[in-house]
């Protein structure tokens, strides 16, 4: 900041949200970096335009100012899908989460939990990335190369009666011993499940003894959990068929039930089909299946198709907490109220907003994103071996026509005899920068929207 000491550059250094999670911390020379290096990489026309460097101390509006525009900056990285995709981001925002929580890179354990509770102890350095942890989980597991791709790692959070919770897929964006070390918390874990919707590809991982095991294993929990509807028939089948060791019988048996191969989420709020409704909400076979609860105490269940869903969006706001209301989780008198929301349409020419509050918000944005990637992938007459070996060496698989765009046009009425799959932009993250010393203002309680909108000319 052109080498001023005054009290004002304390606003050089920024908070970097990702999703409603404190990230990183960076200052402004930082960026200015990661901007001269992605324009070395990719040339200036690509890139977006960066805050010019000031000579002078900043005015608190200018400081406000420049605080939107790297935000805006580092949003348009995020959703561009060369840049977003590129090392450079990424590994600029893993170095910064490493300094920020000031973890050297040594060598350390970390553990691993895989669906049946066991516990799988591999050695890595801090600084692995996502896809290097899973690496090392898959060698120390003998998983062959060419299934590791089915499988993902994710965040979760145990309660104290062992229900299990999901945080979210761990990004290539992150350090998974990073992040699971500054949650400090023990609630917290790392899992391995598979990663893909269509249970097609569950005979590609079944032609393995070990992938034969983890999608057992993962079967028999997600039943045990109650994730996986059974009844009393089905049940007594199951556990004779886990008496006599029929693994593979087991799964085929697990497939036809209602819920197999979805993640299901905490109960939560949704304003459908009105305001205030409690609601299930589980993500499998490219649907948002809803359990709702009505004021009346009526329960009704519906989903909703993804490829219906023309966009979403997160929004991450501060709300303040209600006095008479302790909240240890919160620094001050805020906490980040997470939501979800996406514009589906319901019938011929009628779009409708639906929304869902939940701490889970992001969790669910990242299982629709996936959902659309493998659609796309089927569409393309892909295959999903290939996507998901591509995505494993480190490119995620993306058409240059799947960027965001700022308006989009509203859906043609789509053709009865197509189901529509919609364009989505294939980073949904939403990425908030906060001034490090920014006064709890009416501008500390504005909401970070991050919109993912699609056009559906496909």
């Not at 691993?112 to 516990?119: D, E, H, R």
């Not at 068929?241 to 029929?246: H, P, R, V």
């Not at 799959?421 to 009416?442: C, D, E, M, Y």
């Amino acid at each position: 900041e052109g080498g001023n000491k005054n009290s004002q550059n304390i606003n050089s250094a920024y908070n970097i949200h990702v999703n409603g999670v404190l990230h990183c911390r960076v200052r402004y020379s930082q960026l200015l970096g990661l901007h001269e290096q992605i324009k070395k990489e990719y040339g200036s026309n690509v890139v977006p335009a960066f805050p010019p460097k000031k000579i002078f101390t900043l005015t608190p509006a200018e400081v406000e100012q420049r605080r939107e525009q790297l935000e805006k900056y580092m949003q348009a990285i995020r959703q561009d899908p060369l840049l977003g995709a590129s090392e450079s981001f990424n590994s600029f925002l893993r170095k910064a989460q490493q300094e920020t929580q000031q973890i050297p890179t040594e060598e350390v354990a970390i553990e691993i939990c895989l669906c049946n509770g066991q516990k799988v102890t591999v050695n890595i350095l801090t600084s692995y990335k996502t896809e290097d942890v899973l690496d090392a989980v898959a060698t120390k597991l003998d998983l062959p190369d060419d299934l590791v791709g089915y499988f993902s790692l994710f965040l979760v959070r145990e309660g104290v009666d062992g229900s299990l919770s999901f945080v979210r897929k761990l990004q290539e964006f992150e350090l998974p011993y990073v992040s699971i070390t500054s949650s400090r918390s023990s609630e917290f874990h790392i899992v391995l499940r598979k990663s893909y919707w269509d249970m097609a590809y569950d005979s590609d991982v079944m032609e393995n003894r070990v992938g034969l095991n983890l999608l057992y294993a993962q079967t028999v929990s997600d039943i045990e959990r109650g994730w996986i509807l059974v009844n009393k028939d089905q049940h007594r089948q199951l556990k004779s068929l886990q008496e006599k060791g029929s693994k593979k019988e087991f799964i085929h048996l697990g497939q036809t039930l209602k819920y197999y191969g979805y993640i299901k989420f905490d109960p939560c709020v949704t304003d459908f089909p009105e305001k205030g409704c409690q609601v299930i909400v589980s993500a499998g076979n490219n649907e948002l299946n809803f359990h709702v609860k009505l004021p009346n105490e009526q329960m009704k269940e519906g989903s909703f198709k993804v490829t219906r869903m023309r966009c979403w969006r997160i929004t991450s706001s501060q709300v303040p907490i209600a006095n008479g209301t302790t909240n240890p989780c919160s620094s001050g008198q805020f906490e980040i109220k997470l939501e979800l929301s996406f514009e589906y349409l319901m019938s011929k020419d009628r779009l409708q907003w639906v929304t869902i509050t939940s701490d889970q918000a992001i969790m669910m944005s990242i299982c629709l994103q996936s959902m659309v990637d493998e659609l796309m992938v089927k569409k393309s007459g892909g295959s999903i071996k290939k996507m998901l070996r591509k995505r494993h060496n480190g490119s995620i698989h993306r058409s240059d026509s799947q960027q965001a765009v700022k308006s989009s046009p509203l859906l043609d009425s789509p053709d009865a005899n197509r189901e529509q799959i919609v364009k989505l932009s294939t980073k949904l993250t939403s990425v908030s920068l906060r001034g490090i010393s920014a006064s709890n203002s009416a501008n500390n309680i504005s909401n970070y929207a991050f919109e993912g909108i699609g056009d559906d000319d496909l």
